[in-house]
């Protein structure tokens, strides 16, 4: 089966730097995609990586490690506005996105 | 820079029946999809479409129709409503397969 793996909730501190992991299972893999919703609201499209290794963009970065079927997302110089859930979501073989629930992280002072 | 357009935003219906959620891109994506959200969950894919005449199913799509007649809208059709379809839809639309997909505000629709 298909299936994603993130931890439901992560707890930081303003300032500070996060790293959310992401294991997958898939039928095929044509990249991977991550993707930050706050509560309420729409998702919104932050990385893709499709080959191996870090994707760095502003205080944002994404590693792959496509043999490991594992991603992680870093954030870093934590913003109370980085408060929201992030989704990991692999593309499988027929380019279709398979979610997770994602991963609740709250920003503390 | 509208992007993708969702109406309505809120919607309250009785079990059984029926009614349309749109969907509208001014980005001229050939690619468009529905899905709905439940908490605590992932986004469930309900039906996608490659480009105008052309719509497959998602993963949920019982209960549920589409149509694609313009590159513009693709609209959601919901016959019979049942509790099990309150949700937050969402669409989204990309330009190809492997590229981000832009989601529209959301739909939130309770069965009651």
């Known amino acids: 089966g298909q299936n994603i793996d993130q931890p439901t909730e992560m707890t930081a501190t303003e300032g500070a730097i996060v790293q959310i992991n992401c294991t997958y299972q898939t039928s095929g893999f044509n990249g991977l995609f991550w993707y930050q919703q706050h509560a309420g609201e729409a998702p919104t499209f932050l990385s893709y990586n499709v080959l191996d290794g870090l994707e760095e963009k502003g205080r944002f970065s994404s590693f792959l490690s496509r043999s490991k079927g594992y991603s992680y997302l870093l954030l870093k110089e934590l913003q109370m506005k980085d408060s929201a859930s992030y989704l990991c979501a692999p593309m499988d073989s027929n380019y279709q996105l398979i979610w997770g629930a994602g991963t609740k992280l709250i920003i503390k002072p | 820079n509208a992007g993708v357009t969702q109406t309505p935003k809120f919607r309250i219906l009785k079990i059984g029946q029926s009614m349309t959620l749109q969907c509208t891109q001014d980005m001229n994506h050939n690619y468009m999809y529905w899905y709905r959200q439940d908490p605590g969950m992932g986004l469930k894919l309900i039906y996608y479409?490659?480009?105008?005449?052309?719509?497959d199913k998602g993963e949920v799509p019982n209960g549920y129709n589409v149509s694609r007649s313009t590159t513009e809208d693709f609209p959601l059709r919901l016959e019979l409503a049942a509790p099990s379809q309150t949700s937050v839809y969402f669409c989204?639309?990309?330009?190809?397969?492997?590229?981000?997909?832009?989601f529209g505000d959301g739909t939130r629709l309770s069965i009651l």
């Open positions: 479409s490659v480009g105008a005449g052309i719509t």
């Open positions: 989204a639309s990309s330009q190809q397969e492997n590229q981000p997909q832009h």
